[in-house]
């Protein structure tokens, strides 16, 4: 029996052990497979969740198990799961055909770089640092997005990217000359003008936003350089499923629809939660097919959040427990400045092996080691009470964590630990004031 023959008819018996084997195949054996499995092919997705989730479950079971050894507060990241995340990314690609950017705006360790670019087709850039670092570290594709571009950049910006996107048709006027004579691609993006984001800080087509040209604006100057575009972009969701960015192309095709015959590729933007658990992958496929049958481009997506979702953690021990008409639990980190985002967004972070406030025995407000009265969480409750050097861990802490960190107070960065595939750590940086003094 072969390898191909084994997977055909684990899916069959619906064996998710034959999940890494499917991941063994090459190109063509893939091809292959999932045109004989064509009307089956809804339950390898569903063994791929199943054993995705499974590796999951193990290896938090695991890190807690040796979770003495980690120094706080820090970061860590498990790269396993990194590697779990860029297979279901694999897999969209191997049923589509489309090419997926790794978001660089929501995490930029490159330490996870020589396993993500296995999978992935390159990165998306926000801006010159971004744009140099994938193209050092990553050695792919590099796309830039920025909303304006500094003149003394943009030179630099072209040299270290594939494609440099444009947020205005006078951006493009002003630049597209110094970006074709490079040999590389020009891209417009577009405001498609519908949104589903609830809070509108993240919500890219939030009325008055700058981001992205209007239909109306646009019909009215594409003309001048259609032959100058070679692609679309747009970008209109936060944390969504599949279904959200289903209705967001039938706003953008019903409007742009016309203009999409005349460019080499579509970007879909960021926003797409493709590794949660309860994601639609099969209506993504159907999606994606149905957009380049129809209109013969090549389909980009950008994700930045699904990369790492869920594989990292934050890492923080009790310093003392305080009271206040309650109890407050206060660590030697900072949600200000280690994880600003669960403030600005807001959003409660999980901790591992605890409850909603009450539901168990000892509850506790945990608090920042900041000066800032608000350097607080949320409430939690525990089925044992916290003591001193207690180490909580907040689970899927990788995004939008580290790329947003600071300094304030003069409270040092948390360090960066990698979480190997053996089960050792691996510290690759570790701050001090030297770090600090830079920054100020």
């Known amino acids: ?27 063509e054996e893939k091809r292959t497979l999932l045109f004989e499995c064509k009307d089956k092919v809804e339950r390898l997705t569903s063994l791929i969740k199943i054993q995705k989730k499974e590796v999951f479950e193990r290896r938090l079971n695991l890190l807690l198990s040796v979770i003495d050894d980690v120094s706080t507060p820090s970061y860590v990241i498990d790269e396993l799961l990194v590697e779990e995340n860029m297979k279901i990314m694999q897999y969209v690609k191997d049923r589509t055909g489309c090419k997926i950017l790794h978001a660089l705006k929501a995490f930029s360790g490159y330490y996870t770089f020589p396993i993500m670019r296995k999978y992935l087709d390159g990165v998306c850039a926000s801006g010159l640092y971004e744009a140099k670092l994938g193209y050092y570290h990553f050695g792919k594709e590099v796309h830039t997005f920025g909303a304006a571009y500094p003149e003394r950049d943009l030179k630099s910006i072209v040299r270290f990217s594939d494609v440099v996107i444009f947020n205005s048709f006078s951006q493009l006027n002003k630049f597209w000359k110094d970006v074709k004579k490079k040999g590389k691609q020009v891209g417009i993006r577009i405001n498609p003008g519908y949104s589903e984001v609830e809070t509108k800080m993240y919500d890219p087509c939030a ?5 992205g040209v209007t239909y109306e604006t646009f019909k009215g100057e594409y003309e001048k350089y259609r032959d100058l575009i070679d692609g679309i972009h ?16 039938l706003r953008f095709t019903e409007m742009f629809g016309p203009y ?15 590794t949660r658990d309860d994601y639609d992958i099969e209506l993504l496929v159907r999606l994606i097919n149905d957009f380049k049958s129809k209109y013969d481009v090549q389909v980009y997506l950008e994700p930045g959040e699904a990369s790492v979702l869920n594989c990292g953690y934050y890492v923080s021990s009790v310093l003392d427990i305080v009271r206040n008409e309650i109890d407050i639990a206060i660590i030697d980190g900072s949600f200000e400045a280690h994880l600003p985002d669960v403030i600005i967004m807001p959003y409660r972070p999980h901790i591992v092996n605890s409850y909603p406030p009450y ?6 407000r945990i608090g920042g080691v900041s000066c800032l009265a608000g350097d607080s969480v949320g409430d939690y409750s525990f089925d044992e009470p916290l003591r ?29 630990v990698i979480f190997k595939k053996d089960g050792t750590f691996d510290v690759v940086k570790r701050f001090s004031f030297r770090d600090f003094k830079r920054r100020v």
């Open 1 to 27: 029996m072969t390898l191909r023959e084994k997977i055909v008819k684990g899916i069959m018996g619906d064996d998710p052990s034959i999940v890494r084997e499917y991941f063994q195949l090459n190109e």
């Open 207 to 211: 009325p008055y936003s700058r981001l």
């Open 234 to 249: 747009f970008h209109a969701m936060c944390e969504q499923n599949s279904d959200v960015l289903e209705r967001i192309l």
């Open 260 to 274: 999409i015959k005349n460019v080499r590729w579509v970007s879909f933007g960021g926003g797409h939660h493709i």
């Open 359 to 364: 539901e168990k025995p000892y509850t506790y």
């Open 388 to 416: 001193e050097n207690v180490k909580l861990v907040f689970t899927d802490m990788a995004h939008y964590t580290i790329v947003k960190n600071n300094s304030f107070n003069g409270i040092n960065l948390p360090s960066i």
